[in-house]
């Protein structure tokens, strides 16, 4: 029988950390932590009782901890945010699991006040001091005087330190940029669809935030959990997510590269749905987005999984939350993410070493240690006709007829009549041109055509490149105009048929 586990020194009072660089060592070192998100108070939450039952050193809350703004005949007031924070405290189980484990938080839009809202919010002030409130931040605590509810903390000793920062991604949050009525997975129609707001101007953590993680990637640490309300790797879904403001994503991958922080993992929540993204080529090593959403907000029916090119797990239905483990004993620690179902099983495993967190643990944006490069993948794009160009020199005839040339890197199909392809992985590139193949194009030889039919494939189009929401598109109505391009062995001239038969 393993030994009792000793509590983590001074950890409760971890809950008012937010001052750099304030690092406050742990007996132990942190090995388990449980996160989740979306909680409405007013149903029913036994998963409290399978995230206790894991015994969790800490539980990490990443927003929408109550839900204030569903009822939509009570005007939300601040009056009202504090009513349903006091309906979560009176629940047995969150009773059971507060005092089971310290508990860090932050906050999403449900518990901010408002669906979606940002900086635009006018309770947010008031909305803020009942989250200090509830959370039982001291008074002289920074986080009482400062703009927002950002805040990090530092758990275990010098060699097997955990840094846990807690972004706010609402306070200084610019307004989203809607885009038309789109129809999505299975056939429902999103009516405000985000589309990518790209004004300099747009920010996610407003100036002073920035600065202030900027100052906490210097803090020592071997394992950073940045905690996000919202998605930060994942691109192709119409919600919410950090892809909304590409230029503060950019921003935020960049400030991680450069700052040479080691060991980052982010954890996310909001999409009522779990799923483990990977980013292999921002920062230098594979950068991991662990999402767990919700705690009673999941799909309570079975669903597909949506659309999702860096997607490595899923589980798109069914309450959940998530789990890190890290093994310390090790010589090389090894780091367990993991979501699990109401019943405590796992649904999203991923084991990933310490020593692969790193700079350089990413070559050719393959991660250290995976399977080598397919023959497939090795294949170089047949060459291009003279005329034909490259998706590069295609961005440059905006408004010209042209023929490209590439190797399909990524795409989606909207739906039956809707098929795009993309020219590079990150479709907000600026190198990317999307070949849209619509309506009549889809009959005939395309008629049955798939994303699969093209994946890794190269095509060749010939259309008028367009601006379609700030990206360069060829949009294809008849099937001639697309054709796949076959590798073909060169043919040799006669003078070199002649010296072959000369050896």
Not at 145 to 166: C, D, E, M, N, W
Not at 281 to 288: E, K, M, N, R
Request: with cysteine; proline share 7%.
């Amino acid at each position: 029988m393993p030994p009792a586990r000793r509590p983590l020194v001074g950890l409760a009072l971890l809950l008012a950390a937010s001052a750099p660089p304030a690092v406050r060592a742990a007996e132990l070192p942190l090995s388990r932590i449980a996160f989740g998100s979306c909680a409405d108070q007013d149903k029913p939450l036994p998963i409290f009782d399978a995230v206790a039952a894991q015994k969790p050193d800490l539980l990490v809350l990443l927003g929408d901890n109550i839900y204030a703004d569903l009822d939509k005949s009570k005007k939300v007031t601040t009056d009202v945010i504090r009513e349903k924070y006091a309906a979560l405290d009176r629940l047995p189980g969150w009773q059971k699991l507060r005092a089971a484990c310290p508990i860090l938080a932050t906050w999403d839009d449900h518990d901010y006040g408002k669906n979606d809202a940002g900086a635009e919010y006018p309770l947010k002030d008031d909305s803020q001091a009942a989250f200090l409130d509830f959370w039982k931040v001291p008074a002289d605590s920074p986080r009482r005087t400062q703009k927002g509810i950002y805040s990090s903390a530092v758990f275990g000793p010098a060699g097997q330190r955990v840094q846990v920062i807690l972004l706010d991604t609402r306070y200084f949050r610019s307004e989203l940029k809607y885009g038309p009525p789109l129809r999505y997975t299975g056939g429902n129609v999103v009516r405000k669809p985000y589309v990518p707001n790209t004004d300099p101007a747009a920010t996610m953590l407003g100036a002073d935030q920035w600065a202030w993680l900027a100052e906490q990637l210097k803090v020592p640490a071997e394992v950073r959990l940045l905690c996000s309300s919202v998605q930060v790797v994942a691109d192709d879904h119409p919600f919410e997510k950090w892809a909304n403001m590409p230029g503060e994503r950019a921003k935020l991958l960049a400030l991680l590269k450069e700052s040479g922080a080691a060991g980052v993992v982010i954890l996310s929540g909001d999409r009522h749905l779990a799923e483990l993204c990977l980013d292999t080529t921002s920062v230098g090593y594979p950068l991991y987005d662990l999402t767990s959403s919700g705690f009673n907000q999941g799909a309570k029916n079975w669903r597909a999984p949506d659309t999702g090119t860096r997607r490595v797990g899923s589980m798109a239905y069914g309450d959940n939350f998530g789990t890190v483990f890290i093994d310390w004993s090790q010589p090389d620690p090894r780091i367990t993410l993991q979501v699990r179902d109401e019943d405590g099983d796992v649904t999203i495993g991923q084991k990933v070493r310490l020593s692969s967190l790193k700079a350089g643990a990413v070559a050719g944006g393959r991660p250290a240690g995976l399977a080598k490069v397919s023959a497939d993948e090795k294949k170089e794009e047949p060459k291009r006709p003279e005329g034909v160009l490259s998706p590069e020199e295609a961005v440059k005839k905006e408004g010209m007829e042209v023929t490209v040339q590439f190797t399909v890197a990524g795409g989606r199909a909207i739906n039956p009549t809707l098929l795009l392809l993309n020219s590079e992985k990150d479709f907000k590139s600026e190198k990317n041109v999307t070949v849209a193949l619509r309506g009549k194009a889809m009959t005939g030889k395309w008629e049955k055509a798939t994303y699969d039919t093209f994946k890794g494939k190269t095509v060749k189009a010939t259309g008028t490149v367009k601006k379609f929401k700030e990206q360069f598109q060829i949009e294809i109505t008849d099937e001639k105009n697309l054709e796949l391009v076959e590798d073909k062995p060169d043919e040799k001239k006669p003078e070199d048929k002649k010296s072959d038969e000369k050896k």
